[in-house]
């Protein structure tokens, strides 16, 4: 039988059982319109928080100098003012611009502390206003009028005051160097057990105490009468290849600074749009797999249906099997008959989902977005559903006997 009667043949099948076919799309549809929709809203949350990041600048890359765990090297200079006119001669090169934050991320600052010839290295951050009631075993906390001063006072984390005067409690009123300058000691922290130490949510206050305090302006002078900075943002022009200009100014960087042991490293904005597009992707299929799962039952609704066509049909198989039609263009004709439900059931499916996307989008934030792939993928799996479902019932009626068909 030619591909165009089988299609005729299963639309006049279809056409005499109207009611009955309709509702077997039924699970189809809800099926392919729950898959629909969720992708629907992947896409459009996707380009959604794409478009937010690209408005903080791609073309914008920021270089940290990362020392390495192994580095003692505190004192180390990985940027100075003068590198700014060295770097903006490198070709895809349009602005430098050096970052005054203090912190990357939030991250405290690290610096060798002294007590004449007794030496540590201590985590330091600036006073903030939670700090003045910081448990305390000796003296004070730094209170608010010191903090956000440029006094030279500190306050000590209880293991670097016992690394440096064995007894912590002899630090108060004795004057420690820290970034060159001397610093009053006028508190130490509670003491801790760090042997056996395991970071957790539980004990993140234990680690905070391990860390010393020191004035927010007695930092930030100090910080600006050096010449150095902590990192610096370089701005592209467009259409450059990113990788070979960022390696340019890396070099740069090595040449200007040939002293330093640790790596220059970027931060590109393109390269967390590409990570979050896959977690959004992956959590999207993920949940749109689980709400496919409706297929099935439409699935096994459709293999009931083609049961129930070749048991009714039985003797109209006999005739043609009598006539000479094959058992392969009998299998193909119900065959064709199941995928015709389906697909239809699936193109009605995406119509209903990508509505359903609509409305759920006038209460998001986002507007949903219907791509070729997710219709084509969409269409592929209600063509897979019939082919799956209709070739157990397709074989049967291929494999039935025609003289029995006939009189039964």
């Given at each position: 039988?030619?591909?165009?009667?089988?299609?005729?043949?299963?639309?006049?099948?279809?056409?005499?059982?109207?009611?009955?076919?309709?509702?077997?799309?039924?699970?189809?549809?809800?099926?392919?319109?729950?898959?629909?929709?969720?992708?629907?809203?992947?896409?459009?949350?996707?380009?959604?928080?794409?478009?937010?990041?690209e408005k903080s600048n791609l073309n914008k890359?920021?270089?940290?100098?990362?020392?390495?765990?192994?580095?003692?090297?505190?004192?180390?200079?990985?940027?100075?003012?003068?590198?700014?006119?060295?770097?903006?001669?490198?070709?895809?090169?349009?602005?430098?611009?050096?970052?005054?934050?203090?912190?990357?991320?939030?991250?405290?600052?690290?610096?060798?502390?002294?007590?004449?010839?007794?030496?540590?290295?201590?985590?330091?951050?600036?006073?903030?206003?939670?700090?003045?009631?910081?448990?305390?075993?000796?003296?004070?906390?730094?209170?608010?009028?010191?903090?956000?001063?440029?006094?030279?006072?500190?306050?000590?984390?209880?293991?670097?005051?016992?690394?440096?005067?064995?007894?912590?409690?002899?630090?108060?009123?004795?004057?420690?160097?820290?970034?060159?300058?001397?610093?009053?000691?006028?508190?130490?922290?509670?003491?801790?057990?760090?042997?056996?130490?395991?970071?957790?949510?539980?004990?993140?206050?234990?680690?905070?105490d391990d860390v010393s305090i020191v004035p927010?302006?007695?930092?930030?002078?100090?910080?600006?009468?050096?010449?150095?900075?902590?990192?610096?943002?370089?701005?592209?022009?467009?259409?450059?290849?990113?990788?070979?200009?960022?390696?340019?100014?890396?070099?740069?960087?090595?040449?200007?600074?040939?002293?330093?042991?640790?790596?220059?490293?970027?931060?590109?904005?393109?390269?967390?749009?590409?990570?979050?597009?896959?977690?959004?992707?992956?959590?999207?299929?993920?949940?749109?797999?689980?709400?496919?799962?409706?297929?099935?039952?439409?699935?096994?609704?459709?293999?009931?249906?083609?049961?129930?066509?070749?048991?009714?049909?039985?003797?109209?198989?006999?005739?043609?099997?009598?006539?000479?039609?094959?058992?392969?263009?009998?299998?193909?004709?119900f065959l064709v008959e199941a995928i015709f439900?389906?697909?239809?059931?699936?193109?009605?499916?995406?119509?209903?989902?990508?509505?359903?996307?609509?409305?759920?989008?006038?209460?998001?934030?986002?507007?949903?977005?219907?791509?070729?792939?997710?219709?084509?993928?969409?269409?592929?799996?209600?063509?897979?559903?019939?082919?799956?479902?209709?070739?157990?019932?397709?074989?049967?009626?291929?494999?039935?006997?025609?003289?029995?068909?006939?009189?039964?």
């Open positions: 039988m030619k591909f165009y009667n089988l299609l005729r043949t299963a639309w006049y099948s279809m056409r005499a059982y109207k009611l009955r076919i309709f509702l077997t799309m039924i699970g189809i549809i809800i099926g392919i319109a729950s898959v629909s929709a969720i992708l629907a809203i992947g896409e459009g949350v996707k380009k959604e928080a794409t478009s937010s990041i890359i920021t270089i940290n100098y990362n020392a390495g765990f192994e580095s003692d090297d505190v004192t180390v200079r990985p940027f100075e003012k003068s590198d700014i006119n060295e770097i903006k001669k490198v070709p895809g090169v349009q602005k430098v611009k050096e970052n005054d934050e203090e912190q990357i991320f939030g991250f405290n600052d690290f610096e060798e502390i002294s007590y004449f010839n007794r030496h540590t290295s201590t985590e330091f951050k600036k006073h903030e206003e939670k700090d003045k009631d910081r448990k305390v075993s000796f003296g004070r906390n730094i209170n608010s009028i010191e903090g956000k001063s440029n006094k030279r006072v500190i306050f000590l984390s209880y293991r670097v005051a016992e690394e440096l005067f064995k007894e912590p409690e002899k630090a108060l009123g004795k004057a420690v160097k820290m970034k060159g300058e001397l610093f009053e000691v006028v508190g130490i922290g509670r003491e801790n057990n760090m042997e056996n130490f395991e970071i957790s949510l539980g004990n993140m206050d234990q680690m905070q927010e302006k007695a930092i930030r002078e100090k910080k600006k009468s050096e010449n150095s900075i902590q990192n610096i943002s370089i701005f592209l022009e467009p259409g450059v290849d990113k990788d070979e200009v960022i390696n340019e100014v890396k070099e740069k960087l090595h040449e200007l600074h040939p002293d330093v042991k640790g790596e220059y490293e970027e931060f590109n904005l393109q390269e967390i749009i590409d990570s979050m597009q896959k977690v959004i992707g992956s959590i999207t299929l993920f949940v749109a797999f689980a709400a496919g799962i409706s297929l099935l039952v439409g699935g096994i609704g459709v293999m009931n249906i083609m049961y129930v066509s070749v048991t009714e049909r039985k003797r109209e198989i006999g005739i043609r099997r009598a006539i000479g039609a094959k058992p392969r263009s009998i299998m193909l004709q439900i389906t697909i239809i059931g699936g193109l009605l499916g995406i119509i209903l989902g990508y509505l359903i996307a609509i409305i759920a989008g006038e209460f998001m934030p986002i507007k949903p977005v219907m791509t070729v792939k997710n219709f084509l993928g969409a269409s592929s799996i209600s063509v897979m559903t019939g082919l799956i479902f209709g070739i157990v019932p397709a074989s049967k009626a291929s494999k039935l006997d025609p003289i029995k068909a006939i009189y039964k």
